[in-house]
Nanobody, 120 residues
Framework: QVQLVESGGGLVQAGGSLRLSCAASGRTFSSYDMGWFRQAPGKEREFVGS????????YYADFVKGRFTISRDNAKNTIYLQMNSLKPEDTAVYYCTGKLNYSGSRWSDWGQGTQVTVSS
């Protein structure tokens, strides 16, 4: 059973920055992709970005390109979401997620979420 634990959320003013962390445990991670989703009040959960655990290749949703960066520390089984130039519309609960890396796999493991609030 994989455990994903997020940290780093909080309140920040528009234009500010936050860095979220997600520590994973419970399996080997050589073929395990990880990523971030977010869910704002009254809205569906949406994909933010992901990173291939083996290659480190990131992939981002269009609305965060140029502002958010995903990175990983394999030694710590941890990924990070660096969020810059935050906007009030980035306010949401951010969830860490993971899945095995094979064709057709789905995001199957989820953290408890961490709140990010951006004030105008």
């Amino acid at each position: 059973q994989v455990q994903l634990v997020e940290s780093g959320g909080g309140l920040v003013q528009a234009g500010g920055s936050l860095r979220l962390s997600c520590a994973a445990s419970g399996r080997t991670f050589s073929s395990y992709d990880m990523g971030w989703f977010r869910q704002a009040p009254g809205k569906e959960r949406e994909f933010v970005g992901s990173i291939n655990w083996s290659t480190g290749s990131p992939y981002y949703a269009d609305f965060v390109k140029g502002r958010f960066t995903i990175s990983r520390d394999n030694a710590k089984n941890t990924i990070y979401l660096q969020m810059n130039s935050l906007k009030p519309e980035d306010t949401a609960v951010y969830y860490c997620t993971g899945k095995l890396n094979y064709s057709g796999s789905r995001w199957s493991d989820w953290g408890q979420g961490t709140q990010v609030t951006v004030s105008s």
